[in-house]
């Protein structure tokens, strides 16, 4: 269970935090959405949810706490973070280490730099690029990838890690409906097994069909925190710059007409 | 090593690259050998300037040296793969760190040259004129060059997040996933060359000349 107590945190050279007072807790399994205008902070909650920040990035959590299974995260090495919770960003060309001539090698590589025997790496590549269907790419040099398919083998290398909690930021940003098919799949599969996971998104179509709980942020606060269904239908959304799914619009505009929404049933 | 350049069917990259790396160098050194060498024999005269048999000599033994130099570099170039060098580096113990940062940098520089491509074609979309005169050309590199280090920036914070998520910075040793194949042939080869080497510079110490 990843939990945000009272969270706020603050860039280095910023007087003022981005995040403020976060409540928020992922329960395992659970698979939450998280919306909000450009520089509502959700990029910065993903952050802050892997130990990336403020452990890479800087700055400082100027209030709360961010616990995985009730154990404080503050002075956690990094190299540990990423065995409890992965992250994903949205532009894969600068997720790719560069380093590999090969997409298995690449995914690869986050297993070996956990040290992982030989044989265990390759059963978690092959794992990870069977759930996303991606094994035909994986003689395919990661640098020649479509934005798609760079994704795709992305999200691989975060699955090959096998973190208890997986944040991703937009990851379905570059994605065709195929991709973004695939990994709503992956996101499922990967539920089921007990990983909690973190969607900052934009798609809310996506976010209808894949999630439990829907958080929305207005000013690095959170201002709605509830059931998907009950989220994406709150007219505020709105008003914070998001697009609501296609099936609240429609109920919406039928019933402007004066129509039952039940007849989409 | 020419023949090692045939084997590995590099030998007109390796020529070509050799000539055009020693080039600068050669011509500075023939005209600085043969006309200011001292020497008994003169050949002939430019102006001030005495050509002489022995500067000739001179230059003809440090360009064959400046040749051997150069190819035994653009030999290695050529036939190694900067990955498998690198990882058999780190198989034998160096830090992976050395080992990516190695790769990385030898990796960036395809990567620069497709990015500057790109963004000097949008830069022309919108109107920059790249072509023409040296002061036209000048002008136009600016908009280029700096959209190219500060994205490169960008990136390297960006991957260094995203490498962080895979572990990168955990200490100990990797098992990697494949080794070099290393024949016997190449090690008994390796070994010879090691010996010939010491048997070379313990000759020169003792005085022989070759």
Request: aromatic share 4%.
């Amino acid at each position: 269970m990843l939990t945000f107590d009272g969270v706020s945190y603050r860039y280095a050279g910023y007087a003022t935090p981005v995040l403020h007072e976060i409540d928020l807790t992922l329960d395992g399994g659970e698979i939450v959405g998280l919306v909000g205008a450009n520089d509502a902070g959700k990029s910065t909650l993903c952050l802050v949810a892997s130990g990336l920040a403020p452990g890479s990035v800087g700055g400082a959590l100027t209030s709360g706490e961010v616990r995985i299974d009730g154990r404080a995260m503050r002075g956690t090495p990094l190299h540990e973070f990423a065995t409890l919770v992965g992250i994903g960003f949205q532009n894969p060309a600068t997720q790719l280490s560069g380093v590999t001539g090969s997409v298995f090698e690449e995914i690869a590589l986050g297993p070996m730099n956990l040290g992982l025997s030989r044989r265990e790496t390759v059963e978690r590549v092959d794992a990870a690029m069977a759930t996303l269907a991606i094994e035909h790419l994986a003689e395919r040099e990661p640098r020649r990838l479509s934005g798609g398919q760079g994704q795709l083998v992305v999200i691989a290398s975060l699955l090959a890690m096998r973190p208890a909690h997986l944040v991703l930021d937009e990851p379905t940003a570059q994605l065709d409906p195929e991709g973004t098919r695939l990994v709503g799949e992956a996101i499922r599969a990967l539920a089921a097994t007990g990983t909690a996971l973190l969607i900052a998104e934009h798609k809310t179509d996506l976010l209808d069909r894949l999630c439990t709980r829907v958080v929305a942020l207005d000013g690095g606060r959170v201002v709605i925190d509830a059931p998907a269904a009950t989220a994406l239908e709150d007219p505020r959304l709105r008003d914070l710059g998001v697009d609501r799914p296609a099936r609240v619009r429609l109920a919406e505009a039928l019933r402007g007409r004066g129509l039952d929404p039940a007849v989409l049933a | 090593m020419l023949a090692l350049a045939v084997s590995a069917r590099v030998l007109p990259q390796l020529l070509r690259a050799s000539v055009l790396l020693s080039l600068p160098i050669a011509i500075s050194v023939v005209l600085v050998s043969v006309f200011t060498r001292a020497g008994t024999t003169v050949l002939f005269t430019i102006g001030p300037f005495d050509a002489t048999l022995e500067g000739v000599e001179f230059a003809a033994q440090t360009l064959v040296r400046l040749f051997a130099i150069s190819t035994s570099i653009g030999l290695f170039v050529l036939a190694t793969d900067p990955r498998a060098f690198v990882l058999d580096l780190e198989r034998r113990g160096v830090s992976p760190r050395f080992a990516f940062v190695a790769v990385a940098s030898i990796e960036a520089v395809p990567t620069l040259v497709e990015r500057a491509a790109t963004i000097s074609e949008s830069q022309r979309a919108r109107g920059l004129d790249t072509e023409g005169g040296l002061r036209t050309r000048l002008r136009g590199l600016l908009p280029i060059v700096g959209p190219v280090i500060l994205t490169s920036l960008t990136d390297v914070e960006e991957r260094s997040l995203a490498l962080e998520s895979r572990a990168f910075s955990r200490p100990g040793r990797r098992h990697l996933l494949w080794s070099m194949p290393d024949r016997t042939a190449e090690r008994v080869l390796r070994f010879v060359l090691i010996g010939l080497l010491i048997a070379l510079i313990a000759a020169r110490v003792a005085g022989v000349d070759f």
